[in-house]
């Protein structure tokens, strides 16, 4: 089975740093899926980022990019130039590849960015 | 825009009370799944559905049902609610693997909560 964890419950960071969120995972697929999903204050859940496993460069979406680590199996989340709309908790997801689309959540870190 | 709608924001219920929450999406994806979303456990499989009468059990089907005779409706049965079954659920509904796109599309969430 796998599993995920999101070893910081909650992070703070100032309008406009950097802030880096963390995520370790434990599978033994060779081909896989990671993602960040991003939960807003009484909004919906969206998709934040996703990596392949069989791709070496690690993704990037405007200001959110990742750092793949997969011997470390770690997949941190980087979010720059931080605003204040990035408040929200962060999910980080595993999907084996051949689970029918099914996936595996971390705990969650909740975000806070303050002006 | 694929939108994901869930019947109820808010329940309460009693202790035994048969419960049905509703989920219905209109991107005519294959895939639908319930999670519940708890502190600190972040979001856990209930059951998912890959097809019309298709169900499969997730990682805590206990206490539950699900049904999905129409391809855009995937409900979720309590069949006799019990204060543990307190929390938010979420509808999710993505498109089938060989689309290859994997991303999951989350309704708002129905805060249930069992007195």
């Known amino acids: ?115 | 825009d694929v939108k994901v709608t869930q019947s109820s924001r808010y329940l309460v219920k009693r202790t035994g009370e048969k419960v049905f929450l509703e989920c219905v999406q209109d991107m005519d994806h294959e895939n639908m799944f319930w999670y519940r979303q708890d502190p600190g456990l972040g979001l856990r499989l209930i059951y998912f559905s890959y097809d019309v009468k298709m169900k499969e059990k997730g990682d805590i089907p206990e206490g539950y049902s699900v049904s999905r005779e129409k391809k855009e409706r995937f409900s979720l049965i309590l069949e006799s609610a019990s204060t543990n079954q307190t929390s938010m659920y979420l509808c999710a509904s993505s498109p089938s693997d060989k689309l290859r796109t994997y991303e999951q599309y989350f309704g708002p969430g129905t805060r249930l909560t069992v007195t």
């Open chain 1, 1 to 115: 089975a796998q599993t995920v964890t999101q070893s910081q419950p909650e992070m703070s960071v100032q309008e406009a740093e950097t802030v880096t969120l963390s995520c370790t995972y434990d599978t033994s697929e060779s081909n896989y899926y990671l993602f960040w999903y991003k939960q807003p204050p009484s909004r919906q859940m969206i998709l934040v980022i996703r990596q392949e496993a069989y791709k070496q460069q690690n993704a990037t979406e405007n200001r959110f990019s990742v750092n793949f680590q997969k011997a470390a199996k770690s997949f941190s989340l980087k979010i720059s130039d931080s605003q204040l709309g990035d408040t929200a908790m962060y999910f980080c997801a595993f999907m084996r590849e051949t689970s029918g689309s099914r996936l595996t959540f971390g705990e969650g870190t909740q975000l806070t960015v303050n002006p």
